[in-house]
């Protein structure tokens, strides 16, 4: 198969993590009214307890399913074997998640019927494909095809859902239209795979690779879901889980345009790994490391500099506590980035996964630990606080495990332009923005002389991953016109 374009992939793949994530921003301030604060923290506690079924029902199916595949993606009998086998196994795991979830759904006496409905996220789990994609890095399917589903899905809930009697049928559009989404691929299948002979279907050979790879996935749920439902049952406030509901939202659609990037990389390591391509692996590992301190930074003090102003017009009355939890939550942007190009771009590839875990059950613990200490205390402030501190200590832990291979002075180094354009950057917009009153025009001017700021700057240090990208830009526009005359 022709390799793809690192670039093109990343923009699909970037624009389908924003695209999962953009839904419910858009939808954010037409639910923040209809449904208020208890009623969007009720969907989002009832959600965080289906994300632990979920989480079964995948097991590590996904992330061993897309390393193997790009091992293989010149071969289509090999790859049409671990498809097979992967999604076999993977139907086995959601089979029995729904069947055991649905039991579970009947004897909940409080918010039973959103729980029935929510076994469609299951469903979804059930037909899922997008790792075969990813690992053939064929982005533009999955693109193409959720995009539908997701138009659809903000259609759905401004005509249906009107009060905040309708958090059901809010919750139905959350789990058909991903399910939707996700049996739509299967009408690509057959041009990459082939049927194989019953004798070759093994799903549980590499079962015990796959529990590998499911315990840091565990781990990883501990620090992303818990703390919706340890803010639940230790603050016993839906208004709590409300806030931290959409200030994490937000944060999480700026960080999907940093970590889609590892996305992409996986299967190209694992290509290049399978290969012994060593100087090749570690060229694309620390242009990783550079890509995330050269965007992370100024989403991470840009959205520091602009809740103030983006949070009381987006959300409305009432979510004024959306503001300082936004701004300690905006320093998961580089901590996760981090450990996303050391653990998935790089330990998970080279088939270090066990390490991988260590480093993500250590993080856990830490996440745990503090959250039952500062909830209590600070509520949804400490929960926070807390996913900051755990997610900052894989990165320093992961760092320093592969030392030898990657130096964790040069991955700092490589950020030392975008430490001075992004400081640079937060000087200029602090007087700005006190200013300037909360409006949409507003955050558009902050963000824009942001923006300015930052890159004249960094043109300024004649930053060289900032120039040569740019001169690419430039170079494809000329042959645009080009090939149009």
């Given amino acids: 198969m022709q390799k793809k374009s690192i670039q093109k992939n990343y923009i699909l793949n970037a624009g389908y993590q924003i695209l999962l994530l953009i839904v419910p921003l858009i939808l954010a301030p037409y639910l923040s009214r209809v449904l208020e604060p208890d009623g969007v923290g009720t969907a989002s506690f009832v959600e965080s307890i289906v994300a632990y079924f979920t989480l079964f029902a995948t097991m590590g199916i996904s992330t061993y399913g897309q390393r193997e595949i790009s091992y293989v993606q010149d071969d289509v009998n090999k790859r049409s074997e671990i498809f097979w086998n992967t999604k076999t196994l993977g139907f086995c795991t959601a089979a029995v998640a729904i069947v055991v979830y649905v039991i579970f759904s009947l004897f909940q006496k409080l918010n039973s019927a959103l729980y029935l409905i929510l076994t469609l996220n299951l469903v979804a789990v059930f037909f899922d494909i997008t790792w075969f994609f990813q690992g053939l890095e064929e982005f533009g399917k999955t693109v193409a095809r959720n995009a539908v589903c997701r138009i659809l899905q903000v ?96 944060s999480k659609m700026l960080l999907a345009v940093v970590t889609a990037l590892g996305t992409v990389m996986v299967p190209r390591i694992g290509y290049h790994y399978g290969r012994n391509e060593t100087e090749d692996i570690k060229r694309l590992m620390y242009r990783g490391y550079r890509f995330v301190w050269f965007l992370g930074i100024p989403l991470c003090f840009g959205l520091v500099t602009i809740s103030g102003n983006f949070v009381p017009w987006f959300f409305g009355m009432g979510y004024d506590k959306v503001v300082p939890l936004l701004q300690i939550l905006s ?110 025009l507003n955050t558009a001017i902050i963000v824009i002389c942001g923006a300015t700021v930052y890159f004249s700057v960094l043109f300024i240090l004649r930053d060289e991953f900032f120039l040569s990208n740019i001169n690419k830009i430039i170079a494809r526009l000329k042959r645009g016109n080009v090939d149009g005359q």
């Avoid at 630990?369 to 606080?385: M, R």
Wanted: positive net charge.
């Fill in 155 to 250: 259609i759905y809930v401004f005509v249906f859902v009107k009060t905040k009697e309708d958090l059901s049928l809010y919750v139905l559009g959350l789990g058909l239209f991903t399910a939707l989404g996700n049996i739509s691929l299967w009408a690509y299948l057959p041009k990459y795979v082939k049927p194989i002979p019953l004798a070759k279907l093994r799903p549980f050979r590499d079962i015990k690779v796959v529990w590998s790879l499911f315990i840091p996935t565990i781990a990883i749920q501990i620090y992303t879901v818990l703390d919706k439902t340890m803010i639940g049952l230790i603050t016993d406030s839906s208004f709590e889980n409300g806030y931290y509901e959409q200030a994490i939202k937000i």
């Fill in 331 to 440: 320093f998961l942007i580089l901590s996760i980035g981090i450990n996303n190009v050391t653990g998935i771009q790089y330990l998970i590839p080279t088939k270090r996964q066990n390490i991988f875990t260590y480093t993500v059950i250590i993080g856990a613990c830490v996440n745990f630990c503090l959250n039952l200490v500062l909830i209590h205390f600070l509520q949804s402030f400490g929960a926070a606080i807390a996913s900051v501190a755990a997610e900052s200590v894989i990165a320093v832990i992961q760092l320093i495990i592969v030392r030898k291979e990657l130096s964790p002075l040069r991955v700092i180094k490589e950020g030392t332009h975008y430490y001075i354009a992004g400081a640079v950057m937060a000087l200029v917009l602090w007087p700005v923005k006190t200013i300037l009153n909360p409006s949409m």
